[in-house]
């Protein structure tokens, strides 16, 4: 049975080229506003994903995203940002995209319906019943992510979908489903836009509150970041200080005495 497919919808606008660029802007912005309530009906569902995520990557298991198109994009820039952001080792948190990395800046022609080069990237992973994989695709139909996900269900390793229409045979076959249904595009079908902007939400908030609870962040403060540039040295200073109380001069001293933020905040506190 064939599903409505909102993500392709006809634009509530027409005739674009005939808008100045005020109107443009002002009518992508306008529509950009109505993610967030969009977003806000699915918190409930992204609350329960992270939850059984979080029990996975405690237990010494990996975060897996699973996407073709911008939705694969999105989830390989947000694995990449955990390392620096977290201080969480390279493998913690990854992004597989249909087509490899050659499509992180150009289209691979027809990666994205493979029925079976999913699974066999999460193989080449050494994928187990310890991980987590998260299936992202706009329209929730996208073959590649789908019959990935479907594998991974058989071989009992725990799923999850983020997608933009209701009832989708991703959202059906995933044990933690989210579709965040963010109506028809200013450009009809361009998914990289509304549908785009919600998902990053959503990836924004999973790896985030994942990290929180994985004791990441101490008060407000990235304890864990990586400092491997002036600008992020400054930063950890600067979390120091604000942390502990102590003068930036103090705090710099003791941020090259132990190298890291959690390591000068942990024997700090002990004495």
């Given at each position: 049975?064939s599903?409505q497919?909102?993500?392709?919808?006809?634009s509530?606008?027409?005739?674009?080229?005939?808008?100045?660029?005020?109107?443009?802007?002002?009518s992508?912005?306008?529509?950009?506003?109505?993610?967030?309530?969009?977003?806000?009906?699915?918190?409930?569902?992204i609350?329960?994903?992270?939850?059984?995520?979080?029990?996975?990557?405690?237990?010494?298991?990996?975060?897996?995203?699973?996407g073709?198109?911008t939705s694969?994009?999105?989830g390989?820039?947000?694995?990449?940002?955990?390392?620096?952001?977290?201080?969480t080792?390279?493998?913690?948190?990854?992004?597989?995209?249909?087509?490899?990395?050659?499509?992180?800046?150009?289209?691979?022609?027809?990666?994205?319906?493979?029925?079976?080069?999913?699974?066999?990237?999460?193989?080449?992973?050494?994928?187990?019943?310890?991980?987590f994989?998260?299936?992202?695709?706009?329209?929730?139909?996208?073959?590649?992510?789908?019959?990935?996900?479907?594998?991974c269900?058989?071989?009992?390793?725990?799923?999850?979908?983020?997608?933009?229409?209701?009832?989708?045979?991703?959202?059906?076959?995933s044990?933690?489903?989210?579709e965040?249904?963010?109506?028809?595009?200013?450009?009809t079908?361009?998914t990289?836009?509304?549908?785009?902007?919600?998902?990053?939400?959503?990836?924004?908030?999973?790896?985030?509150?994942?990290?929180?609870?994985?004791?990441?962040?101490?008060?407000?403060?990235?304890?864990?970041?990586?400092?491997?540039n002036?600008?992020?040295?400054?930063?950890?200073?600067?979390?120091?200080?604000?942390?502990?109380?102590?003068?930036?001069?103090?705090?710099?001293?003791?941020?090259?005495?132990?190298?890291?933020?959690?390591?000068?905040i942990?024997?700090?506190?002990?004495?």
């Open positions: 049975m599903i497919k909102i993500t392709e919808q006809d509530i606008y027409d005739n674009l080229e005939n808008f100045s660029t005020s109107e443009l802007i002002n992508i912005h306008n529509e950009d506003k109505k993610i967030c309530s969009s977003v806000q009906k699915v918190l409930p569902l609350s329960k994903l992270i939850n059984a995520l979080v029990s996975k990557l405690s237990s010494g298991g990996r975060l897996f995203y699973l073709a198109g694969g994009r999105l390989v820039l947000d694995a990449t940002e955990c390392p620096p952001t977290f201080g080792p390279d493998w913690k948190v990854n992004g597989i995209i249909a087509g490899g990395i050659d499509a992180l800046h150009q289209s691979v022609e027809h990666a994205e319906d493979s029925l079976t080069q999913a699974w066999n990237d999460l193989c080449t992973k050494k994928i187990n019943k310890k991980d994989v998260i299936g992202i695709a706009a329209s929730g139909t996208t073959p590649y992510v789908v019959e990935g996900i479907k594998l269900n058989k071989y009992g390793i725990l799923t999850g979908c983020i997608c933009c229409n209701h009832n989708t045979p991703l959202a059906k076959s044990k933690f489903p989210v965040v249904v963010v109506g028809p595009e200013f450009i079908g361009s990289r836009m509304k549908a785009g902007t919600a998902q990053k939400m959503i990836l924004n908030m999973i790896t985030t509150s994942a990290m929180v609870k994985l004791g990441h962040i101490k008060g407000n403060k990235m304890i864990d970041m990586q400092t491997n002036n600008k992020l040295k400054d930063r950890a200073i600067r979390i120091i200080g604000r942390t502990l109380s102590l003068s930036e001069q103090r705090s710099s001293e003791l941020f090259k005495q132990y190298g890291s933020i959690r390591k000068v942990e024997n700090h506190q002990v004495k």
